[in-house]
């Protein structure tokens, strides 16, 4: 059977799980915390690499800052998206305020925007907020 490397997003560690098509449990073989939360997670300059790099899945990571009106009405709608795809996408969120240098390493000029990493390369990106519809496509495209 195929593996997939999903990386837990309590404590970083790879943890190579059997490939299907759903899961009923799924816990990172270190810290035990259940991978099938699949609540956004915060990037930073330091686990950007790790989930990017790391993970057979894709992952869509949304670009926001907290003064930003779209970024406030797109937030709960990214949240709602991500709960439908547990282990078939990664959601993830860089803080462009406090994460300047990642916004700076991929070129950020305007938010939100959504970039889509497949075998730790962009593969798509598109900026400005998406309903829940748009999101699930762009993600799973």
């Keep these: 059977m195929d593996k997939i490397k999903v990386v ?18 799924a816990n990172c073989g270190k810290c035990k915390t259940s991978l099938l939360d ?13 989930y990017i790099v790391n993970s057979d899945l894709p992952v869509v990571v949304d670009f926001w800052a907290s003064w930003c009106g779209p970024c406030k009405m797109m937030a709960p709608v990214f949240s709602q998206v991500a709960s439908t795809l547990p282990l078939k996408v990664i959601f993830a969120k860089v ?11 991929f070129g950020i000029r305007s938010i939100p925007t959504l970039i889509l990493f497949k075998n730790a390369k962009e593969v798509k990106r598109v900026s400005g907020a998406l309903d829940a519809a748009s999101l699930k496509q762009f993600a799973l495209s």
Excluded: G
């Excluded at 699949?38 to 790790?50: A, G």
């Excluded at 462009?96 to 700076?104: I, V």
């Design 8 to 25: 837990c997003p309590a404590c970083l560690s790879v943890n190579a799980l059997p490939q299907k098509e759903s899961y009923s449990k």
């Design 95 to 105: 803080n462009t305020e406090e994460e300047q240098n990642l916004s700076a390493q």
């Design 38 to 50: 699949s609540s956004p997670i915060d990037l930073t300059q330091n686990s950007f690499d790790e």
